[in-house]
């Protein structure tokens, strides 16, 4: 099965961290990645995490793998109001093309 | 250059109509994809080329004809669509193999309108 959920909404207060759940089914996938689609926009990659790794911190954004729960979270740290967007993880094993997974997609509300 | 360029960004035809989105990217990638986008869902996979041939065809209507002429082209041809089929048509690309983390690139997407 290649199903991979989200909780559909998220509303946080400028200023706090932000933490988006995932749950994915694949569990030979090589990367777990993050993408973020602002309205009316292409989506653009915000970060990965190869399979092997538990965490990932990349500035404002700490990416935790647990693969024996199929569990990815995306923190982010003092949530802007440029945050506000939709978040979707992703699976995909590499190889040739990429036969990528996207999750439901949680969208994010900052609050000013 | 990490560009990829789709056109036009809005369309809108009738049913009897043919049409065309057209993608380019200029970053050497050889694998491009379509995926079709409905409001408040994930992209869904449409078609993936990968050195100018089909290599995925998500068992897409025919009325939807994908074609790559070249390594920086991808286009898709709209024939005779329903007005279901209105979405946002994103167009991605990326690298083929080698050492990648499989990103892609994607454009800011073709909103199409059926009536």
């Known amino acids: 099965g290649e199903d991979v959920e989200q909780s559909l909404f998220l509303s946080v207060r400028e200023g706090d961290s932000s933490v988006i759940n995932c749950t994915y089914t694949d569990s030979s996938s090589t990367y777990l990645y993050w993408y973020k689609q602002e309205p009316g926009a292409g989506l653009q990659l915000l970060t990965y995490i190869f399979s092997n790794m538990d965490m990932k911190q990349d500035q404002r954004l700490t990416v935790l793998l647990n693969k024996k729960d199929k569990h990815l979270s995306l923190r982010i740290a003092d949530t802007q109001t440029g945050d506000s967007a939709i978040y979707f993880c992703a699976e995909s094993i590499t190889g040739g093309y990429q036969k990528v997974t996207f999750g439901t997609g949680t969208k994010l509300q900052v609050i000013p | ?115």
């Open chain 2, 1 to 115: 250059d990490t560009e990829v360029t789709q056109t036009p960004k809005h369309l809108v035809m009738g049913m009897t109509n043919k049409k065309s989105l057209k993608c380019e990217q200029h970053m050497g990638h050889r694998a491009m994809y379509w995926y079709k986008q409905k409001a408040k869902k994930p992209p869904e996979l449409m078609f993936v080329y990968s050195y100018e041939k089909l290599s995925i065809n998500e068992s897409v209507p025919s009325r939807f004809s994908p074609e790559c002429p070249n390594s920086s082209l991808l286009n898709l041809h709209l024939h005779a669509l329903q007005p279901e089929d209105s979405a946002l048509y994103l167009c991605a690309s990326s690298r083929y193999r080698g050492r990648n983390t499989g990103e892609l690139f994607f454009g800011e997407g073709s909103r199409l309108t059926v009536l």
